[in-house]
């Protein structure tokens, strides 16, 4: 089973940048697509933006412009590009990952981003 562990979160000011990491455990050629989800408090969890292994990228309308999400398939690892940050992205953002279509996704950790002066 491919594991995701994410990275990269931290404390930001607003207006600041962030760039998250998902490491694999497997070859990210392996797996059909990969995505970044978030989750803030008291809310439910949602979609960013995700990538298949062919390189389509779909991203939600509400965060096209400040969030790009990337892979680097050498180090088996996607990222989330965060750009002009506010408050209101503050969240625990999760890496997923579907080997193949149709079948479950698998989740990491999550890793916590904090948008505050």
């Known amino acids: 089973q491919v594991q995701f562990v994410e990275s990269g979160g931290g404390l930001v000011q607003p207006g600041g940048s962030l760039t998250l990491s998902c490491v694999t455990s497997?070859?990210?050629?392996?797996?059909?697509?990969m995505a970044w989800y978030r989750q803030a408090p008291g809310k439910q969890r949602e979609l960013i933006a995700r990538?298949?292994?062919?390189?389509?990228?779909i991203y939600v309308n509400s965060m096209k412009g400040r969030f790009t999400i990337s892979r680097d398939n050498a180090k088996n690892t996607v990222f989330l590009q965060m750009n002009s940050l506010k408050s209101e992205d503050t969240a625990v953002y999760y890496c997923?990952?579907?080997?193949?279509?149709?079948?479950?996704w698998g989740w990491g950790q999550g890793t916590q981003v904090t948008v505050s002066s």
């Open positions: 997923s990952g579907q080997v193949t279509i149709g079948a479950p």
């Open positions: 990538m298949t292994s062919d390189g389509i990228v």
């Open positions: 497997g070859s990210i050629f392996n797996i059909y697509q």
